[in-house]
């Protein structure tokens, strides 16, 4: 008599063809910094690549093209194979995987948040939306200190009120006009500092 399925062929799915690197970790976790180490993580990130290529296209079809996707996808691959730590008994699929999908959600979430700040600049800076490459404003968003980051996450990507920012962080409302502001404003400047370097250098 066949035993009863129980489970979807989803649930009980392995990474059958998931390259065997194990021994590879344990030598790049036992070499000290150089090139045979930098080669064999090279080798590594190559042959889980398949992988990061198979999770980016989860999220075709989102308004990203599948080359940035897969890019961003082997980023957070890349970082994986460099944080990864055998010692510590994790099989790496289970570490690589939320690392790869939180590297593309990052992604999504940064170029929502881009977007309507973009739009606020523009508004602030006539045509400034027209001129100025939405990619560009990622990078200064992310060397931007903590806390203003965070005061400008939660106003232009959560909408939050500054007021309801002001309780969140126990400061004044004062203050959170006063820094927005003044950290939308120097983005601003280094946008159109940027975008005029281009154009000279063009």
């Given at each position: 008599?066949?035993?009863?399925?129980?489970q979807?062929r989803?649930?009980?799915?392995t990474?059958?063809?998931?390259?065997?690197t194990d021994?590879a970790?344990?030598?790049i976790a036992?070499?000290p910094?150089g090139?045979e180490?930098?080669?064999l993580?090279e080798e590594?990130?190559c042959a889980?690549?398949?992988?990061?290529v198979?999770?980016?296209r989860?999220?075709?079809?989102?308004?990203e093209?599948?080359?940035?996707?897969?890019q961003?996808?082997?980023?957070?691959?890349?970082?994986?194979?460099?944080?990864?730590d055998?010692?510590?008994?994790?099989?790496?699929?289970s570490?690589?995987?939320?690392?790869?999908l939180?590297?593309?959600k990052r992604?999504f979430r940064?170029?929502l948040?881009?977007n309507p700040l973009t739009?606020?600049?523009?508004d602030m800076e006539?045509?400034?939306?027209?001129i100025?490459d939405?990619?560009?404003?990622?990078?200064?968003?992310?060397?931007?200190?903590?806390?203003?980051r965070?005061?400008l996450?939660?106003?232009?990507?959560?909408e939050?009120?500054?007021?309801?920012?002001a309780l969140q962080?126990?400061?004044s409302q004062?203050?959170?006009?006063?820094?927005?502001?003044?950290?939308?404003?120097?983005?601003?400047?280094q946008m159109?500092?940027d975008?005029h370097?281009?154009?000279?250098?063009?």
């Amino acid at each position: 008599m066949p035993y009863p399925r129980t489970q979807s062929r989803r649930s009980v799915r392995t990474h059958d063809d998931a390259p065997d690197t194990d021994a590879a970790f344990r030598r790049i976790a036992a070499l000290p910094d150089g090139p045979e180490r930098s080669v064999l993580r090279e080798e590594v990130v190559c042959a889980w690549m398949p992988m990061a290529v198979r999770l980016a296209r989860r999220f075709r079809h989102r308004g990203e093209t599948f080359d940035d996707l897969e890019q961003v996808a082997q980023l957070g691959l890349v970082k994986a194979v460099f944080r990864f730590d055998p010692s510590l008994g994790t099989a790496f699929p289970s570490y690589a995987i939320p690392a790869i999908l939180g590297e593309v959600k990052r992604h999504f979430r940064d170029s929502l948040w881009s977007n309507p700040l973009t739009e606020t600049l523009g508004d602030m800076e006539p045509g400034f939306d027209r001129i100025v490459d939405r990619e560009a404003l990622r990078p200064l968003l992310r060397a931007l200190p903590e806390r203003e980051r965070h005061i400008l996450y939660m106003r232009f990507f959560c909408e939050m009120t500054q007021s309801r920012i002001a309780l969140q962080l126990g400061i004044s409302q004062m203050y959170v006009s006063r820094l927005i502001i003044r950290t939308c404003a120097r983005l601003r400047h280094q946008m159109m500092a940027d975008t005029h370097d281009q154009r000279t250098a063009s």
